[in-house]
């Protein structure tokens, strides 16, 4: 009897305990932490440079969740300054896509968009301007060399475009890089008839830059009309050009008489300054840099040149223009797939000679691409 009683007792202090312990959770509220949460989410967040649609995306997902919201603002494939540049233009980096080494700790609610410069999203229609007065070249007193660019036909096998810039080195006085233009419009200037120049008849009136941007105004631009192949190549043949004179690989601005150009060659928008192309695309690959074209040099004859070769080898082949005897050999590069330096030096006898350097295709040994220089030997 008494264990019932007993048993009786225990079940009734459970039940008194069970109707506390319901009362005081009853009492209890809980917090809304959604608002918590976010502001802790938003006090770890670094800024970064976000794209308009990405910003845009990021606000609206903000109103139904904040956490997955900072997730895909942070994890945007935004280009930061370890990153590598757009491919067909310069390494160059900015500051302003770093991230900034002390990030706001206590950001507005809701932030806003930041209204996206107009300036980018349309090229402009007047000559850009910069904080700094773009200066001109100053005049030298002894001859310097240059590097002048022209357009050769490839000759071989056509994987890429049909023209390719191939470089030549001038001897000038006064300002470089406008001379080293002059020299690219003069008509008939290059010294090697498998080169030519769609600038040739042109009017250079000046050169001019600041710390990110060249300036080249024109008299008088050419009037030819080429294909868009040909007329790119040719814009690059400009850049090359001026960039190789002044030592800078930053965007060119073409103008004409102080005011732009839209239809260059009849194709070529320059409302926006030109950047430089990536090398393999443009340039040829392969040529000869010594000796020049109609040279007449001494014993022993050496030969010099650029190629970006399969395995480093560049073939050559030296004729007699006379006698017709031949002589072929094979040189190395420094480095092979990428533009390096060659020479050799074959043994030729006293007479004109025709110097053809060349790359063959490793599929089937036929030739892709050639220079050759004819020289007269003594």
Do not use: C
């Amino acid at each position: 009897m008494n264990d019932h009683r007993d048993d009786r007792r225990d079940d009734s202090f459970d039940e008194l305990m069970r109707r506390a312990m319901s009362e005081e959770a009853g009492r209890i509220e809980p917090a809304d932490g959604l608002h918590e949460i976010q502001a802790r989410v938003r006090s770890q967040r670094k800024p970064v440079n976000r794209r308009p649609w990405v910003i845009t995306a990021g606000a609206a997902m903000v109103g139904t969740a904040a956490a997955i919201g900072a997730f895909a603002v942070l994890n945007d494939n935004t280009k930061t300054a370890e990153q590598p540049s757009i491919a067909g233009g310069p390494d160059t980096t900015s500051s302003a896509s770093a991230e900034p080494t002390n990030p706001p700790t206590a950001p507005p609610a809701s932030p806003k968009p930041t209204p996206s410069d107009p300036a980018a999203s349309k090229p402009p229609s007047t000559l850009p301007t910069s904080k700094v007065r773009a200066i001109e070249e100053t005049d030298l007193k002894t001859p310097k060399a240059v590097s002048v660019y022209w357009l050769g036909q490839v000759v071989g096998v056509k994987k890429g475009p049909e023209f390719r810039l191939y470089r030549t080195f001038n001897q000038v006085t006064g300002k470089p890089a406008l001379e080293a233009l002059r020299t690219m419009t003069a008509p008939k200037a290059a010294n090697d008839p498998d080169y030519d120049s769609p600038w040739s008849g042109a009017s250079v009136s000046s050169v001019r830059y600041t710390d990110d941007l060249i300036m080249v105004d024109f008299e008088r631009l050419p009037n030819t009309k080429l294909e868009p192949e040909v007329a790119d190549m040719a814009a690059q043949q400009l850049v090359y050009t001026v960039q190789g004179a002044l030592q800078r690989t930053t965007p060119v601005q073409i103008t004409q008489q102080g005011r732009i150009s839209p239809d260059l060659f009849g194709v070529i928008d320059t409302n926006s300054p030109l950047s430089r192309a990536q090398a393999t695309d443009v340039q040829a690959m392969v040529w000869i840099t010594s000796p020049e074209n109609n040279q007449t040099v001494k014993q022993p004859v050496t030969v010099a040149g650029i190629a970006a070769a399969f395995e480093a080898q560049v073939d050559w082949r030296a004729t007699n223009v006379k006698t017709k005897q031949t002589v072929t050999n094979y040189t190395m590069t420094k480095e092979g797939q990428k533009f390096s330096p060659f020479a050799f030096t074959p043994k030729l006898a006293p007479g004109e000679w025709l110097l053809e350097v060349y790359l063959t295709s490793p599929e089937d040994g036929r030739i892709t691409d050639t220079d050759s220089k004819t020289i007269s030997v003594r």
